[in-house]
């Protein structure tokens, strides 16, 4: 999935560069990975950021939980009591 | 939605920081907002984040786009002709 951030245009000045979510400025169609695994453009209006990240979302919420694997970039679902052990999930999105 | 991160244990030495995705370092049991606007919170075994933003699923994919608006960790749904106009969502998640 994928979202926009509209870079703030200073009048009269041309885009050069981009200004991302923690302050960081970034060159004109560069492409860089944010740590939580969103993959990020800087374009002439706006940043175009799409994740890299499957999200869980049809599991046993009542004993499952979901861990955010950065290295990977995904999410496992275990059960809560025995984080060894995986659960089924029927649906990501 | 909120998921987990466990913490890096070393043996035989107890726990009193969490190291975020970032690589900063977290006082246990404090808690903290992130740039893409996760709260998380430092605990014992795990940094627990809940993200505090509600992502649009239900639109009209062809002819809107979705906005981050960091200031106010939400998301808006606009026209990808004429960004001043919203677009309808049916469901947010």
Redesign the interface.
Known sequence: ??????NKMVPGDSNKECTD??GNKHPLNSRWQ???C?ECDCLEKEIS?CSLVA?P?GYDKDNC????K?EDCK?IVVEKKD?NKTCDVSQW?
Not at 1 to 6: A, F, K, N, V
Not at 65 to 68: G, L, S
């Open positions: 999935s994928c979202y926009l951030i509209p979510l923690k944010t740590e939580n969103d950021c999200i979302v939980q979901k861990i955010f950065q999410y984080p999105i």
